[in-house]
């Protein structure tokens, strides 16, 4: 049965009192020889009288339209109901939900108040603002609804599985080589001027530039700081943020790709980055840094039973040298009956992982220069922007790849678990007896999970 329609939090005409303030001064601002005219023009009594005037509009206007904003939840949908003179009613259907997140600004956590923010299949919303008590049983009963269970049950409990430590974290951004590369550029430009020209003073213009990237390097550490990824029924819960606090979900089912980033001067340390591809996610970071272990442990809830090295099987021919002199050595990929995975890179390595049944396309590419050494690079594309690139492969191999891909495609969105969220896994069918013996139509006599010699991406025996 639908509840009723019920408000924001009582906070919220402020909210949208202010972006009118905002609007007002903005308008201003672009013009102030015509503010001046305006003070001029206007004794102390009668502007502050129009200050009023505007604030009291201002707020007239924010809670009125927070009166006639309303939502509810139902088995089906949740809607919510704007406007004053013209109502409109926006419905959410709640199988078309990607995410559903809180977000905590810093002003919102210290009056007790928080964002529910929406992820869809076509766009994205928020309700603002909701008790965090309210967005909290808001949320529940959403991710509830979604996997048709009793909304009631509460929300589901978690287990934290890593939390990345404050000082790891700043260690691991002072290690990264586009920090020193942006203090290193920022000098450089100063000193060989002062140098050239004998003109020390000219060091001062390295200050800017140092100033914003210690800016943007204290900004990533302020939004990495304190980030935790539990488990719980629902799917991986992320918790990020030293300021303004978010609160992430991700279903498993919707991850379509995973990137797992070494640095050079993270490999003495055997740290990870783990990046991943979330349709309609506002963040694509599932770690920010931690030991490989605790990576490729995280990931594993993601994409259980897989074994990463194993698969990479597949280095590129010699010949590749000629078109990647520097870096052909780090290139590889492999396949088994679960994901692709392609690597890259010499001094920082990165692998990128892609479950088979979220490939939508495959496609072969051939550059001159690669026509001419017999080599073409191979592309697997997902939603959310993923594409993999198997880079420089021997002609006849990427043909067999791309063969090979398709089929394990549609096999693997066969066999694919349900994407909704709380959903238990459904058992495997258990075997026919009947069959024992017989190979399957069109698969030469193997499973049609497990890769053969003849697909490119398992070296013979």
Known sequence: MAKEFRRLHPITPWRRAWAVLAGVAAAFLHDLHQAEEYRDALSTVWGLAALLALALAAFGYGFTSWWFTSYRIDETELRVATGVLFRRTKHFR?????????????????????????DLAGGKDELAYLTERDARELRSELLARAAGVAPDSGEAPERELVKVPPK?????IGLKLTTWWAVIGSLALALIPALLS??????????????????????KYMREFGWTVAESPDGLRIDYGLLDRSHETVPPGRVQSLCFQQPLLWRGRDWMRVHMAVAGSRNNVLLPVAPREVALGTAARILPGVDI????????PRRARWRAPLWWRGLACGADGDVFVVRHGVLGRTVSVMPHAKVQSVRRTQGPWQRGLGLASVHLDAA????????HRDAEEADRIVS?????????????????????????????????????????????????EKDGLVPPN
């Open 94 to 118: 709640i199988d078309r939900l990607q995410a559903v997140d809180i977000n905590r600004p810093l002003v919102g956590r210290l009056l007790g108040v928080a964002k529910l923010q929406l």
């Open 168 to 172: 790891e974290l700043m260690v691991s």
């Open 198 to 219: 004998g003109n020390w003073l000219l060091v001062l213009f390295a200050v800017p530039a140092l100033a914003t990237a210690a800016r943007v390097t204290f900004l």
């Open 309 to 316: 090295a194993a698969v990479l099987t597949r280095p590129v």
């Open 384 to 391: 959310a922007g993923s594409t993999l690139t198997a880079s």
């Open 404 to 452: 090979a891909q398709s089929e394990r495609s549609r096999i693997g969105r066969r066999n694919a678990l349900p994407e909704r969220w709380m959903s238990t896994p459904v058992p495997a069918p258990a075997p026919d007896d009947s069959r024992e013996g017989r190979p399957d139509p069109g698969t030469d006599g193997r499973p049609p999970d497990r890769p053969s």
